[in-house]
């Protein structure tokens, strides 16, 4: 089994920031691709950023020059560093990695959500 736990979600004020883990567990062999979503009420999930193993990276035009992904490998960890965080980032944030097992081939897990809020 693999496991994706979120952390870091809260509420933080306009203009304010916030980072967001996400760390990884289980019978894991090897993690390819990291990567954010995020789902707004009444939206549909969305790619915030991704990272390569190698770490390359890509993000939505609303992320660009504004939140930062990063992994560490050796900690099976991916981070999302917020900034200047505006009332429409507000969502749940989900994890999403590319990983394959001791006896399954690469496939997609998903993390529980973290809630992020962003009001004054």
């Known amino acids: 089994q693999v496991q994706l736990v979120e952390s870091g979600g809260g509420l933080v004020q306009p203009g304010g920031s916030l980072i967001i883990s996400c760390a990884v567990s289980g019978r894991i062999f090897r993690i390819y691709d990291m990567g954010w979503y995020r789902q707004a009420p009444g939206k549909q999930r969305e790619l915030v950023a991704r990272?390569?193993?190698?770490?390359?990276?890509n993000y939505a035009d609303s992320a660009k020059g504004r939140f930062t992904i990063s992994r560490d490998n050796a900690k099976n960890t991916v981070y999302l560093q917020m900034n200047s965080l505006k009332p429409e980032d507000t969502a749940v944030y989900y994890c999403?990695?590319?990983?394959?097992?001791?006896?399954?081939?690469?496939?997609?897990?998903w993390g529980q959500g973290t809630q992020v809020t962003v009001s004054s």
């Open positions: 990272i390569t193993r190698g770490g390359n990276t």
């Open positions: 999403e990695i590319e990983a394959s097992t001791k006896s399954s081939p690469m496939r997609d897990y």
